[in-house]
């Protein structure tokens, strides 16, 4: 079993950043994929980026060239840098791990961190 627990998210203007953080603990050793998902009210679960065991990163078209996924393997921490943030973006962001990509809906899931980007 692992445990996920996201944080970072917060209240920025539009144009602002934030960094999301997932640290995992436990069953570390079985994660191969990590991805961000969020949901905004009345909109469904998106999923925003993944990041593999192996460092390869993949991204919704809508946030390619703002946001990127990054990991520090000594803390088991995947971060979600995100850059120009807009209204749209605005949702509670979820961290996810599984042992494959196609399993990460239904993996390990950590708590959502609220973020929201005034105009």
């Known amino acids: 079993q692992v445990q996920l627990v996201a944080s970072g998210g917060g209240l920025v203007q539009a144009g602002g950043s934030l960094r999301l953080s997932c640290p995992a603990s436990?069953?570390?050793?079985?994660?191969?994929?990590v991805g961000w998902f969020r949901q905004a009210p009345g909109r469904q679960r998106e999923l925003v980026a993944t990041?593999?065991?192996?460092?390869?990163?993949d991204y919704a078209d809508s946030v390619k060239g703002r946001f990127t996924l990054s990991r520090d393997n000594a803390k088991n921490t995947v971060y979600l840098q995100m850059n120009s943030l807009n209204p749209e973006d605005a949702a509670v962001y979820y961290c996810a791990a599984s042992t494959d990509l196609l399993g990460l809906p239904r993996g390990s899931w950590g708590q959502g961190t609220q973020v929201s980007v005034s105009s």
């Open positions: 990041i593999t065991a192996f460092g390869s990163a």
């Open positions: 436990g069953s570390t050793g079985s994660v191969y994929a």
